[in-house]
């Protein structure tokens, strides 16, 4: 098994969640104009996997193996991240009202976040053990975090110039989106 | 608004992908070629009808509390048949699809029809709203995977899923020269999507405008 | 209160219809899905146990060297291994099989990219053998010349030996590979290389010494009759695996060794460590006035040569080899052999015939009077039949000029 270091450096860089997987697109076009939301965002969303990625494992294999009921890990998985989600929303609610409202409809759909499913799936089809279960459920949404802050940083330019009519909004984000999954390409060959 | 108006809807004004930005991880990274598109797009389609069907059967009688909990089992019940329908029929599919099947479950385009429609309107409005967006996803797949697939290996190839023969094949040997392999990629994925997001986004404008205008 | 009940016993409900559903579902598919697995491997599977009853097999494998495991019913386990051997880019992939007794009753190779005529030696009788019929306990050792190989293969059977054990409920002494016996080599030892004085300065010798893959250079420095010293001045061979007889520690070994001293071959660079003794050996025999044995000199007195008839560099010769005379046709050009065909061959089919094989023969393009030849090892008096051939053939050219 790659060493921890490799793993998480592979999986912020290399195979980066959104440029190179795809997944969390849609809090990545939807969220991304403000640098401040971005961090509240990625912050959320590293809460939520690491949390979901514990009790999915742990589920995974203490009860759905020995029960030889594998087929149920997509709805068993998906509502522990749906109930997990539920919880983050009355924490941030309690202890932080400016972020949950800046978040707002983007919070409840971070269940529908493909980067979740993906990530607790992904520790259990890896076989990781613990200590690369926690190191990859924490790298992956660091990497989300730090493409969703430059994207947004580079969106902030954006709103301030002139876009020709039909590209505004969405269309020149994914143009921007595609020239940093090329530059991110040449992480390839790091590790 | 009519059935007829709402299916076509589905396909450009409210295009799923490239004008409501729903479903977009299993768009971009399915879409190198036609064959995944159109595994894809069909098995998002049929699971959009049943678990629109499945819900609006049951509007009346799920509690609206508990509304988005139920939704998310119908549709994960019927998301992991699928995974084992096409595991053990369509090998091929399978393999090329991979864990975009379980991530249909999180795709949007899906819960947010159950909640935006189905749960409101009658079984038979729900399956063809359902038809409808499926369609127009399928649809915008398509678009995207020909272009990717054209560019990247200079030629298409359709197969069938349950045998894997060869249906038809069209090779353009005198443009292989200027293959450009980006767009197997996913930063050709996005570029490929940003033009396509334009394009509608421009036709959207031009009949917004005529609308605007002949008011 | 009561609405809380009813919320979770309707969503208790409707998931537990969901796992019903599934649960049907599931029982439909999954022994497709299962046959599907052993379809895909039959082929390889009755490749060791033709016909039997296969099922697939949970394992655990902390190495991750295990990829597959089927019982065969009533015969054994089967395990598909993969490891990375000499070539990096390709696996080797083998499937081994162990009896209920832990005997090794099958090993096959499915997939092999590595060099051909070292690592690929694999999968020839000369390593599958000492495989088949071992039992799970014993050591298996590796191939000179090709232990990078043999080392990953071993450590791939060696997995598949602690999958056994938890398989069968037996324990397993999983054992290192072990070195193959050594040779005991001296200065005088036969390194089975082509080795050429480049330039003899005083004593200083730079040789050209054929290793792994191509020449290295070597500069060797005799001062009375001994080694003084010796230089790898420009090294061909792969590395991190050649390298590992470049070392200062194993050149300065030479240092006042003679053709009598014992020597070492560096193992898992054995090839590159050959080269090198041969230099030195070439050096130590010149400077002693010790005249290797080539083409020219030696004596193939018994073959007695003839040459039948000859044609402005054409040769046809007559030389007994085992039992008869072969006939031979050689052209000479520019003094060197241009090519040789046996053209009557009246020796041991099977046996002989592995010294007029194209290879063999084509081995002496280029020979002259100086150079050193080898003898096909289990041919060796049809070999000398061809040698004493090329000999007379060679001396008759010159003589001629």
């Known amino acids: ?191 | 608004m009519n059935r007829k108006q709402n299916f076509i809807n589905g396909f450009i004004k409210e295009n799923p992908v490239f004008g409501l930005y729903l479903g977009l991880c299993s768009a971009l990274a399915i879409s190198t070629t036609i064959d995944n598109a159109i595994g894809m797009g069909l098995c998002v389609t049929l699971v959009l009808i049943f678990s629109n069907v499945i819900i609006s059967a049951m509007r009346k009688i799920t509690p609206s509390e508990i509304r988005i909990p139920v939704y998310i089992v119908v549709i994960a019940t019927l998301v992991t048949c699928a995974e084992m329908l096409i595991h053990a029929f369509m090998p091929s599919l399978f393999t090329s699809l991979g864990v975009f099947i379980s991530l249909i479950v999180v795709n949007c385009i899906i819960l947010g029809r159950a909640e935006a429609f189905a749960s409101k309107n009658g079984v038979v409005d729900a399956a063809l709203d359902g038809l409808g967006m499926g369609l127009g996803y399928t649809f915008s797949l398509l678009l995207i995977s020909v272009v990717r697939e054209l560019l990247a290996t200079a030629s298409l190839t359709l197969s069938n899923p349950f045998t894997s023969d060869i249906i038809f094949q069209i090779n353009l040997t005198s443009l292989e020269a200027y293959k450009i392999s980006l767009f197997s990629s996913p930063a050709g994925a996005f570029l490929t999507f940003a033009a396509f997001s334009a394009v509608f986004a421009m036709i959207k404008n031009k009949s917004d405008a005529k609308e605007k205008g002949t008011k | ?401």
């Open chain 1, 1 to 191: 098994m790659t060493d921890l270091f490799t793993l998480a450096i592979s999986a912020i860089l290399i195979n980066n969640i959104i440029l190179s997987k795809f997944f969390g697109m849609c809090p990545f076009l939807g969220v991304s104009r403000k640098t401040s939301s971005a961090i509240g965002m990625g912050a959320a969303v590293l809460f939520v996997i690491v949390g979901a990625s514990c009790i999915t494992y742990g589920l995974h294999y203490l009860v759905l193996v020995p029960l030889g009921i594998e087929y149920m890990q997509l709805i068993t998985f998906i509502l522990v991240i749906a109930s997990f989600v539920q919880l983050t929303e009355i924490i941030i609610k309690k202890f932080s009202p400016v972020l949950y409202k800046s978040l707002g409809i983007y919070l409840p759909l971070i269940t529908t976040n493909c980067a979740v499913l993906f990530v607790a799936k992904d520790n259990i089809t890896q076989g990781f053990n613990i200590s690369e279960m926690l190191t990859y459920s924490f790298s992956v949404p660091l990497g989300f975090m730090l493409v969703l802050y430059i994207f947004s940083a580079i969106r902030e330019r954006l709103d301030s110039s002139k876009v020709p009519a039909s590209w505004v909004g969405n269309p020149i984000a994914l143009v921007v989106a595609g020239l940093m999954a090329i530059a991110f390409t040449g992480f390839a060959g790091l590790v």
């Open chain 3, 1 to 401: 209160m009561k609405k809380i009940i009813t919320l979770t016993l309707f969503l208790a409900i409707t998931s537990a219809v969901a796992g019903g559903i599934l649960a049907y579902v599931n029982e439909l598919t999954a022994p497709i899905i299962d046959g599907m697995a052993i379809e895909a491997e039959k082929e390889n599977l009755e490749l060791i146990f033709p016909g039997a009853d296969f099922e697939e097999v949970a394992f655990e494998d902390e190495t991750g060297l295990v990829k597959g495991a089927y019982l065969a019913q009533g015969q054994g386990y089967i395990y598909k291994v993969e490891v990375v051997g000499y070539n990096s880019s390709s696996p080797v992939v083998f499937m081994i099989a162990y009896d209920n007794d832990a005997n090794n009753v099958g090993f096959a190779i499915l997939n092999q990219q590595e060099t051909s005529g070292f690592g690929s030696r694999i999968d020839t009788p000369e390593f599958i053998d000492t495989v088949i019929g071992t039992t799970v306990n014993d050591s298996i050792s590796t191939l000179s010349g090709a232990t990078v190989t043999t080392k990953a293969v071993v450590s791939g059977i060696n997995a598949a030996k602690a999958v056994y054990a938890i398989h069968a409920g037996v324990t397993v002494d999983v054992q290192e590979p072990t070195e193959p016996e050594a040779e005991v080599l001296t200065l005088s030892s036969d390194f089975a290389t082509d080795a050429q004085i480049v330039e003899n300065v005083d004593g200083v010798y730079t040789i050209s010494a054929k290793g792994y893959a191509a020449n290295n250079t070597v500069v060797v420095t005799i001062t009375d009759g001994i080694v003084a010293s010796v230089e790898v001045t420009e090294f061909n061979d792969t590395p991190t695996i050649g390298d590992l007889a470049t070392t200062d520690e194993y050149l300065s070994s030479f240092v006042g060794k003679d053709p009598s001293s014992q020597v070492d071959v560096v193992s898992s660079a054995t090839l590159t460590s050959k080269s090198i003794l041969a230099a030195v050996q070439l050096a130590l025999n010149d400077a002693n006035g010790v005249v290797a044995v080539n083409l020219g000199n030696n004596d193939f007195a018994t073959n007695k040569a003839e040459i039948v008839s000859s044609d402005a560099g054409t040769y046809n010769v007559l030389s007994y080899g085992f039992q008869a005379n072969n006939e031979y046709v050689i052209v000479i050009e520019n003094g060197a052999v241009a090519s040789v065909v046996c053209s009557t061959f009246a020796d041991t089919v099977g046996m002989g015939d592995l010294a007029t094989t194209d290879e063999y023969l084509g081995s002496m393009t280029g020979f002259t009077t100086e150079s050193s030849f080898d003898v096909v090892s289990g041919a060796t008096m049809t070999s000398n039949s061809v040698l004493a051939a090329v000999q007379a053939a060679l001396n008759a050219e010159v003589k001629g000029e």
